[in-house]
C-alpha cells in the first residue's frame, strides 16, 4: 500500500496514468459500456463505482485546459438521463479542479469514436444509466 494513493487505484492502473501524456484520453466505463471491443487497452475496476475512481485519479491527474477535458454520451433519443449522475460526478471532479466546467455530452457513436481512439478504458461497477466520462490529461503546472 502506498500513502496518498486511492486503495481504488490498482498498480496497471497507476502505470496507465503515469504513462498517459497531454491530451490523451482515459475512459471510465461502465459494467454496461462495450469497453473490450472498443479498445485494446481495458483494464478491470470491477466493483468500484465511477465516482470513487475520480476521488482517486483527480488528485494525481491534470485536466487538459486546452480543450474540453470532460465527455460523457447524451442521452439517445427518446431516453432520458439522470442528472444525478453529473451532479455526483462533477462534486468528485470539483474538489480536486475547481474550475472544471460540466462535461461536453456527445452522441452515442461520437463517444465510442472517442474510446477507439483512446489511450485506455478502464472497466467500472458503475450501474447508472449513461455512467461513463472520458478524462483528457493536461500538463501538471510547475
Known amino acids: 500500500m502506498l500513502k496518498g494513493i486511492a486503495p481504488c487505484l ?3 492502473l497507476l502505470k496507465t496514468l503515469a504513462e498517459m501524456g497531454h491530451g490523451d484520453e482515459i475512459i471510465l466505463a461502465d459494467a454496461h459500456f462495450p469497453g473490450h471491443s472498443m479498445n485494446a487497452r481495458v483494464l478491470r475496476a470491477d466493483g468500484v463505482r465511477i465516482v470513487e475512481l475520480l476521488a482517486g485519479i483527480l488528485p494525481l491527474f491534470e485536466l487538459d485546459s486546452y480543450a474540453t477535458p470532460l465527455v460523457m454520451m447524451a442521452a439517445v433519443s427518446g431516453d432520458r438521463l439522470d442528472p444525478a449522475v453529473e451532479v455526483s460526478y462533477m462534486k468528485a471532479v470539483r474538489r480536486h479542479a475547481p474550475g472544471a466546467k460540466t462535461p461536453e455530452r456527445v452522441d452515442r457513436f461520437a463517444f465510442y469514436e472517442r474510446t477507439r ?3 485506455a478504458v478502464v472497466m467500472t461497477g ?3 444509466k449513461y455512467g461513463n466520462i472520458l478524462l483528457k490529461k493536461g500538463v501538471t503546472p510547475k
Do not use: K, R
Open 126 to 128: 458503475e450501474t447508472a
Open 10 to 12: 490498482s498498480p496497471e
Open 117 to 119: 481512439g483512446a489511450f
